[in-house]
């Protein structure tokens, strides 16, 4: 973890130039004939925009056979490809998805592979009488018991009724009372959704002679072709949302229970749809522990161990992976299955905001098991509209709560709705309405796309630098939701069990108080690391396994190289003993620990009131929990998240506090280096004071420039630094505090862009005037605080440009090649052609609603005398979506996003010709060309089509001045 530079220059150095492996790691979609020509070229485009690495992912609507001699000829050109550029590709293990299926041919070859699932059919009879029922097929356990409610059952009276069946027929002599008799079958596994996506089987992944398969399927064949490429051209391996389904079943998982556990797995079966006393925690917490086991085992392991034999990464995510209920649904312990990932991550295919702790959770399990890197998966699904600025929002919240590798979701390599799309594995057929947007060369922002690689690549680098800092450690809970987790709860076992509230709105703390113990588990977790995030306190999550190995040193838990001296336990009623065997010795060593909603009771090797955690949880908490006493070092907070939140806030020590909510820090420790990266969330431009609780020497790394600059204007307040920043328009920027202290800085200032120097000893403050008056600014000093004034000045002028413009429509790009899978652009232009003149304000309202290219506006701009020697910028206002700007022919520079401002520096009078080229994105083309289509894609807002130069443009002149001391001083 946190591999280190040698020297802070170095690692300046590479920031503003980053290695390849920093930028955008996006998915290819190889979606229709492929042909080695356009591969080649598109990586030629990928190349020219700084996008040096990719992900060959086959996908839905690709006409080349998969793993065909063809296909091979294809992945050859991309190898070949970008060895001869220095790119690097990545290989995705499947077609299309979900990993384990090798393109339908592992579940085709063998019913044993065939994922399963089980499902229960429970009847009530009322003894003493005898009963002769039929079974149904597939049948893995019958049992009876006494019933004691609807969702209860007598468990300490089980009865096997196996031995009473005879040709498929059970004769059973029912005892006195009410009995539920309860029928457990196997059938085929559905997926996510309970759809089958048609007729398709997926793979189990419990059964390690299908895995097998499908490595030799898929890995195997790679290498056979290109493994001398392994490590070098070829990085790694994605795999994506391996298949599960639940409750899962396999061949294999009986016997591996057996070996386990020591009993027969049909025996405690009923315990999963039913509680049935104080073992059922036990039954529960054995059937998840050993499935999870064999999904670890038989897939993760094994592919894992192959690409660190092979030299390659392994990166991917699983399948809905983002809270509790869906990790005990989907592969039980996502922990277990992640951390065999070189790369472990998450996705979020949505347009809303990624609740903060599913990076977190990413970016924990690399931290548990000395990973450096984390990826998220993101950008799918949310439509032709979405342009840089959403595109740089998503991944700078992403960034900053723990993610430092971005796989965009997707560059299409075909958007052709004219060549016919062949049936997929999952029988789907779509190409340019897949997950939409394209962030490809389709785009008339696509000349642009270099500006988010480059801010994608020194972001990345910095976020993988050193040891992440976290203020606490918070329990992965996974065996208090295994074993309150109750089929019977038609909650739960509905399809909609937390995977539906989408985009964030289940994981908030309306939810802490509702539902099955289960959830409000799940909700406490997820809503405490979200509060803190939110208080910029930053949380690391820890699984019973890394806490189990975890040294105790001064009075912390040392994970690798970070440490916690406060541990956070979230409504947590069922932990493993040596969990809290652990978890005591850290309380007695010093450590601090804080229980939200309950305290421990059961533990998964003996059930409810255990009388070992009892005895524990006495020692911490003591009799009186609630006293929360200091000196005591153990809390139990409970009554909804607000005071569970203040509880947990009270006991930590912020590294970073920042005045204005909705900016949000990560920090990061190098040696003599702190590292602070800081995200605006406001769509606004915005000023907050930043105290960081240290002393040093603050700068400033520009992530969208590379620049590295000297903060002049901070002061010191005791053992802390404070730092007026002003953040653009969702603006991030990192601060590097280096040691030391120093000897005078700027404490506050009414000028911009302050800068302190020293002339024959005497402190100079230099900058633009912002507003009109007196100059002014307040020099810190060992000695003490000066102020320093200049003359009155006149402040900021403006003037507004011309409405009017020139203007014309830049021809699309020549190469056939560009036009190999979509209609020529131009056929979007009105049948009149293009207007010679525009007004400030979108273009679609102007006589060009279908057009996505780009259109060049131009004017003349007459400077007036009195702004000679004045420093001038330009001010584009609103712009839909890219500007490029021309002065007197000059490049003046680019903007993807807000603030779209240009410095034109000192200017003569008189006048000038201003060019600004503007490209919007393709949403404008598909609203013309797929008018007619019933899918949600082709459609769109007024809002979201608008195009162009919407202004107001103005330009403004200030004055640079230097303050100095009297001469007295």
Known sequence: MGELMDTYDQLVSAFQRPPLEYGPLPFWFLNEVLEPERLTWQMQQMHAQHVDAVILHPRPGMVTEYLSPDFWKAIAACVDTARELGMRVWLYDEYPWASGIAGGRVPEANYDYVMKNMDLIANEVAGPQEIHWPLPRQVVSLTAAPVISSNTIDGSQIADLLPYVHDKQLAWQVPAGTWRIMAVFVRNGLTTFDDPYGVQRWAD?????GVDLFIKLTHEEYKARFGSEFGKTIWGVFTDEPPSTFPAWGVHVPERFRELKGYELSSILPFLWFDGGPRTAVARCDYFDVLSKCYEEAFFARIGRWCEQNNLELGGHLLLEENLVLNTRFMTHSFRQLRHLQIPGVDWIFPGTIPAYVPRFAAS??????????????????????????????MQWEFVHGVNLLVPHAFFYSISDTVPIPPAPDNIGYRWYDCPPSMFYQQPYWRHYHCFADLTARSSYLLTRGTHVAQAAIFYPINSVWADFALSDGWLRGVHANALDMPGSWMTADKLEEGPAAVVTDSCYRSIIDGLREHNLDVDILDDDTLQRADIADSSLKVNQESFNVFILPAVHTISRATM??????????????????????????????????V?????WGSAPAANLPERRASFYAGGLEPELEGVISRLTPGIIVSEKGIYSQQRHLPELELFYLVSMHPEACSAQVQLNQVGIPELLDPQTGRVAAISTFRYEGATTV??????????????????????SISATNLEQAVLEFVDGKPAVSGLVAEAGIPWAEVQLESGSVRLAGAPQAGLETMQGGDTWHFEVLPAPSEPLWHADMDRLELMIPYEGVPRQMRTGSWTVQGLPGFSGIGRYSQEIDIPAFWANKTLSLNLGEVKVAAKVFWDGQDIGERTWAPYTFVLGEVKPGKHLLVVEVANTLANYISVRHADSPLQWAHFSAAQLESGLLGPVRLSATQRVTLEPAAAF
């Open 581 to 614: 065997t652990k978890l005591t010795e850290f309380w007695r060593q010093g450590g601090t620990i804080v229980a939200l909603r309950s305290l421990p009771s059961a533990s998964p090797e003996y059930g409810a009131d255990d009388p070992q955690i009892a």
């Open 723 to 744: 730092i007026p920043l002003s953040f653009e328009p969702y603006g991030a920027v990192f601060i590097a505090m280096r040691q030391g202290r120093a000897s005078a």
């Open 205 to 209: 992944l419990t059964n390690p002679e």
């Open 616 to 620: 524990l949880v006495e020692e911490i």
């Open 365 to 394: 399990i690399a931290h548990d098991y000395g990973r450096q890197r984390s990826l998220c998966e993101t950008y799918a699904l949310a439509g032709w509209a979405k342009e840089m600025q959403w595109m740089r929002w998503q």
